[in-house]
């Protein structure tokens, strides 16, 4: 079973930048993506961003396309989030996510970590 670490978030003021990581232990070769979502209050939560583990292939929402960039690597089984240009509406929790090898869909997911934006 996959366990998922996500640390780096913290207080930013708009403009400014922060970088997520996660880290994934335990059946790591099964990896087939890593994704970050988030959720803000009193909202469901969304997708942000995912990479393919093998090809490296990024996927972003409209919403943070220019502004976020997500990588990985493989060495240390750790997903980033690079976030620039961060906006009041980016503050939520961000949550890393994995999906193995032949599942349709994200089957372990971290505990979250706060980005707070202040405007």
């Known amino acids: 079973q996959v366990q998922l670490v996500e640390s780096g978030g913290g207080l930013v003021q708009a403009g400014g930048s922060l970088r997520l990581s996660c880290a994934a232990s335990g059946g790591t070769v099964s990896i087939y993506a890593m994704g970050w979502f988030r959720q803000a209050p009193g909202k469901e939560r969304e997708f942000v961003a995912d990479?393919?583990?093998?090809?490296?292939?990024?996927y972003y929402a409209d919403s943070v396309k220019g502004r976020f960039a997500i990588s990985r690597d493989n060495a240390k089984n750790t997903v980033y989030l690079q976030m620039n240009s961060l906006k009041f509406e980016d503050t939520a929790v961000y949550y890393c996510?994995?999906?193995?090898?032949?599942?349709?869909?994200?089957?372990?997911w971290g505990q979250g970590t706060q980005v707070t934006v202040s405007s």
């Open positions: 996510a994995e999906r193995g090898r032949g599942s349709p869909k994200y089957d372990y």
């Open positions: 990479i393919s583990w093998s090809s490296g292939t990024t």
